[in-house]
């Protein structure tokens, strides 16, 4: 097991009709910037919940925070916290608004040239504006961590920021939010936490035992609970596990100790930054090519995970190993996701080129757990996932 | 699942060589009380270790804190935190040290008439004086958790107590330490934590699947490193994921969302109390029949853990169940614990009258997690286990 710091001091208000605990998580004294998406939650009663919950409190409101959450949008947000002297943040929402309200959370305490500068520089954000957050889709995991990915579509970029000053203070998560969830977005989030999980175990082993089932803890449950979500999602026990699933698989704990990859994000970020592709798709469409490419290195952890997830007992470890791939292929096919770039674009051509091009003009030169994964590399693996 | 809050702000420091981070870890201008055991620490390196990382720290000492912490001890330590302005505490040791430091903490900001009203009246600590540890045992979980236990050898009583105020600020975990510790402790700390996870765990089903499998984790983990640590307690491997599972069992993760049971505990301390007998021991003595007559409220639990912990794969469900539980007294038995009163003491008739009088007299009229198990049951569970 690898020396390792952990730190998580967010809190968590879990279950049923918790959205009402907001009244008492706010400082009464706060103005809030309440932050939201598209506006769903106006018409699945979580906007009223919200509301009823905050009658008592000065608010200011900001909706229309897109998917893949925009710079641009985000720079207009940050113009009403300053102007309006807000004091607190509340993201409603998913990954898309609470990463979001994170860059708001560090822009506005931020004293450098432009904010971008966060993204670019690499800036740790170690006290950040506060801010809590109720989730109304469990994927991405950045209702318990620190970090948080922003895109700007004027440039095709999608960066990633974090620091110890961005933990929510306080995150609500309702199950029953998830009732009202499109069919696309439950499959894009399991597909999502599944792939978090696998980005913090698919490496190789470093006899960190407890880490190691922990993971696989996470992916047998999504597994198992994926089905009865996309098919009710008023399940509410399959919603409640498939929740916790999602926040556990991206809150720090099962990174701890052991080495990471997260190459799988890197290209895929810049498939969304490319196509507009939904990040869980991305993330299903690099990952086969990418476990397949570094086979050789990935095949003792491939294997334990075809035995200890999916149970696959026959084989020499290699079987094993690749039929653990054919079998997570198989996993988002029965999500209704596609795995290959070319299920979402006739565009592909040259796109393996522009990403090891990127990837180069950034010195982003090593990738993944051993930090050889070169821009030619790295160009190999997109082409396999054409 | 059922509904729960979740937050946890200590920071963890785990690995190798670690210890040197108390430098950073403790403000510059604090005056701490450094608080250890018999004075272990002084023979296996770790006091040096600790007072080379404070050379610039003012420091004053406090030994000799016993196992199953002291009352009369710790208002002799409260004295010297009172005399010397003190402003923060640093426990040196295994979860009796820390626990000790715990009530420290408490008692030290306390205005109440005297400091034992913490423990008698159940007075929740919200914030306490601030403290850090470096773990010496890995065992109780304590150095994650906002619990202690203390004892007032006058009364022959042991009593509980805790708050959000009494996380540690930060724990550091050099699992190099075990290679020092005695064997009979390295067991007891086993036992320990795996009963820790099954007050937990062995309960009733609530459909918490995630939570389950974590709890199945930490008893897998244990079981396969227990033989490895006793056996040669500096490999480093085994010793890391006995003391990180410790952690885990009791830091609050896996019971949140599911019943708990601690009936356990509730027993064994009165054993403690009684006879000094250690207090994983007195664990060992009482868990088996606990289960066994609880056997159907808890069969559904039972065979859970007989299937995935134990991969017992035959028989009916009663005949999994009961199988585990004798799996579990073996288990205690290699690890050279013995697992009936008798085995500990002579005088061990009348206890079973002694302790269900207490809990009358305590008003604790229904232990476990159906608050079902009367002063009459505790006195048959007694029985079955001397």
């Known amino acids: 097991m690898n020396n390792f710091e952990f730190k ?3 809190k968590i208000i879990f279950g049923k009709d918790t959205i009402k605990q907001l009244e008492t998580e706010i400082p009464k004294n706060a103005k809030v910037l309440l932050l939201y998406g598209g506006g769903s939650i106006k018409k699945n009663g979580i906007y009223d919940q919200v509301k009823k919950a905050l009658a008592n409190i000065e608010l200011v409101e900001f909706g229309g925070i897109p998917a893949n959450p925009e710079y641009a949008t985000l720079m207009e947000a940050l113009k009403v916290v300053k102007e309006e002297n807000i004091t607190y943040l509340l993201a409603v929402g998913g990954g898309s608004v609470i990463d979001g309200t994170k860059f708001l959370s560090a822009a506005a305490v ?3 040239e432009t904010p971008w500068d966060i993204l670019t520089k690499n800036i740790r954000t170690e006290k950040g504006m506060p801010f809590g957050t109720v989730l109304t889709l469990p994927a991405t995991g950045s209702e318990m961590n620190s970090g948080a990915v922003i895109t700007r579509r004027e440039t095709k970029e999608k960066l990633a920021m974090g620091g110890p000053g961005l933990f929510p203070q306080f995150s609500i998560l309702d199950p029953q939010v998830i009732a009202s969830i499109p069919k696309r977005q439950l499959a894009n989030g399991i597909a999502d936490a599944f792939t978090h999980v696998l980005e913090q175990y698919m490496t190789y082993p470093v006899g960190a035992m407890l880490q190691d089932r922990f993971a696989e803890s996470i992916l047998q449950t999504l597994i198992k609970v994926a089905p009865k979500v996309l098919k009710d999602p008023t399940n509410y026990k399959a919603a ?9 698989a991206l809150n720090g704990l099962i990174q701890k100790g052991v080495p990471t990859d997260w190459a ?3 290209m895929g970020h810049e498939l969304t930054a490319l196509f507009g592709i939904d990040h869980a798709r991305t993330l299903a469409i690099i990952a086969p090519s990418h476990y397949k490419y570094n086979f050789d290195t990935k095949k003792a952890k491939l294997a334990r995970y075809a035995d200890r997830v999916w149970k ?6 290699d079987d094993k ?3 653990a791939i054919e079998k997570t292929v198989d996993f988002f096919h029965k999500l209704g996701i596609d795995t290959k770039l070319s299920n979402y674009t006739d565009d592909y051509e040259g796109t393996a080129e522009e990403i090891a091009k990127r990837f180069t003009d950034r010195g982003w030169l090593g990738l993944g757990e051993h930090q050889n994964l070169s821009p030619d590399k790295v160009k190999e693996i997109v082409k396999m996932s054409y």
Chains 1, 2 share one sequence.
């Not at 409640?240 to 556990?248: E, G, L, R, V």
């Not at 696959?312 to 470890?317: A, L, M, N, P, T």
């Open 110 to 112: 931020f004293d450098g």
């Open 8 to 10: 998580n001091p967010t």
């Open 321 to 323: 190993a690749y039929d």
């Open 240 to 248: 409640a596990n498939f929740m916790w699933s999602c926040t556990m």
């Open 312 to 317: 696959i007992k026959k084989g020499s470890k």
């Open 264 to 266: 799988v994000h890197a």
